[in-house]
């Protein structure tokens, strides 16, 4: 396989990479502490019940240091919006004219050039976008700026790194990575893309812990061969997000990657350590801004001291796209970036893979629950031979939680169904009912901090299972 890397600074072969700090995502980061009527009543604990009162300790700061990501000026040495949009206008109509001309006089790939047709050179598109601008191609335009502002609008800059990414991919036979190779199932495991976030923006999750087995570590990573499989993988599932974007004004036209570094541990995953390293740099020099954000979970404190040391290898850009979030925050920070609906139950959202109840369309409602009260929400039914089934997640956890079934007879019996000191994970239920009643969900939050609890319901006609049996027999 032809060489993947081609970087400023990163020797591969000189080893260059064995200076840096054992981590596996050993880049600068931004640390974040941070279809039935529902019935909803509430009411205060007891006094003796009620947690004492105290300074919330993840309040406004990093909250605002998330907001202030979130929105930040990415221009930042221009504060001047109209001096900026100018400053934009005038490098892209550069940049353009260079790209035209590169074309049209067939230097477009430099050496490769001469390999393409004058018409072969016309027709050359990037994500399946044409990249000669006189096209008139609304998607021509949005790429090139990606360029540009990869290279903070710098004309030369941009267009050596557009030169670079062509021939990368075409060294590297990218453009066929999809269509023509199958590189196994065997990494299904370690990342997937199954989710959007509240803009449409495809979300990928690489989970490196499961790498702790020692077995299925051996098999990924134990040859120089795996781990060139692996890589091209990575590569494999980034073009497999770019083709879920959407290049035009107002479309989606970059992703979030999340890392999990849960149970992941530096000390015996240094294969890993250098292929993530390597698949961060081929992103940031060869998929210019089409990352929104990097976020990393579960990073634990050897994480901070590669903010030196790998800071030479990652433009200042790059480095304003991580956020890392402590384990206790990573619901609340995922939220919001994701609607709950979209967000694995592993981080404690309400999606499930192959899930036969609910789709990602199926919108939950949303509670808020006040410190030191009880909550409850209804789902009734008002036809029997049904079953109910419910989604609940609390961002916060730490409350406790009931279910029950009170049918509408007065007076007559109540089943419960769950009950729990500490709720701490995303929750799913169902319940077939054979008389008008309701499910009711009693969340009781002793806490000082309010609560979010998300959820939603479904009513299915359902035949018993003991009546299809006897049907049978």
């Known amino acids: 396989m032809t060489a993947l890397m081609e970087t400023d600074g990163f020797n591969e072969e000189n080893g260059d990479h064995n200076s840096i700090n054992n981590t596996l995502v050993g880049v600068p980061l931004v640390f974040i502490d941070n279809n039935n009527k529902k019935i909803l009543v509430e009411k205060e604990l007891p006094n003796e019940k009620r947690a004492p009162l105290q300074e919330d300790q993840d309040s406004s700061s990093t909250e605002q240091e998330l907001d202030q990501d979130l929105g930040g000026n990415d221009e930042d040495m221009i504060h001047d919006p109209v001096e900026m949009k100018v400053k934009i206008k005038k490098s892209l109509l550069e940049f353009r004219g260079k790209v035209e001309d590169a074309i049209l006089r067939n230097y477009l790939l430099g050496e490769g050039s001469k390999k393409l047709t004058p018409e072969e050179l016309k027709d050359i598109s990037l994500w399946g976008i044409p990249l000669l601008p006189s096209k008139g191609h609304e998607g021509t335009d949005i790429i090139l700026l990606k360029f540009l502002k990869a290279k ?200 499930r893979e192959k899930d036969p109840d609910f789709s990602p369309e199926d919108k939950a409602e949303e509670l808020h629950i006040r410190g030191n009260t009880v909550s409850t929400v209804e789902f009734p039914v008002s036809e029997s031979g049904v079953t109910v089934t419910w989604d609940v997640t609390v961002l916060g956890w730490d409350v406790s939680y009931k279910e029950e079934f009170v049918p509408d007879d007065e007076g007559s019996y109540t089943i419960l169904l769950q009950n729990q000191n500490r709720l701490g994970e995303s929750i799913r239920n169902s319940f077939y009912i054979n008389e008008p009643g309701k499910i009711v969900l009693t969340i009781e939050n002793g806490n000082y901090r309010k609560r979010r609890m998300f959820y939603r319901s479904k009513t299915r006609i359902t035949v018993p299972m003991f009546i299809l049996l006897s049907n049978s027999s």
């Not at 098999?219 to 590569?235: A, D, N, Y």
């Open 152 to 351: 903070d609008y710098k004309v030369s800059e941009a267009f050596d790194m557009l030169q670079k990414t062509l021939n990368w991919r075409i060294e590297n036979r990218v453009d066929r990575i999809l269509d023509e190779e199958d590189l196994g199932s065997e990494f299904e495991h370690a990342s997937f893309l199954n989710s959007r976030d509240k803009e449409g923006r495809p979300v990928c999750y690489h989970l490196y812990g499961i790498f702790n087995d020692k077995s299925l570590y051996k098999k990924t990573f134990g040859t120089q061969q795996k781990r060139e499989r692996f890589l091209r993988w990575r590569i494999q599932l980034m073009e497999r997000a770019v083709r879920k974007l959407c290049f035009k004004e107002g479309g989606v036209d970059s992703v979030i990657q999340v890392y999990d570094l849960k149970r992941a541990s530096p000390q015996r995953m240094k294969e890993l350590e250098s292929i993530s390293k390597q698949a961060l740099l081929l992103i940031q020099n060869y998929y210019p801004e089409l990352v929104w954000k990097n976020i990393v979970l579960h990073a634990p404190f050897w994480t901070y001291t590669s903010q030196v040391l790998f800071s030479r290898f990652m433009s200042q850009r790059s480095k304003k796209k991580f956020i890392l979030v402590r384990p206790q925050r990573i619901t609340k920070t995922l939220l919001k970036f994701v609607d709950p609906e979209q967000l694995p139950v592993e981080y404690g959202g309400l999606r």
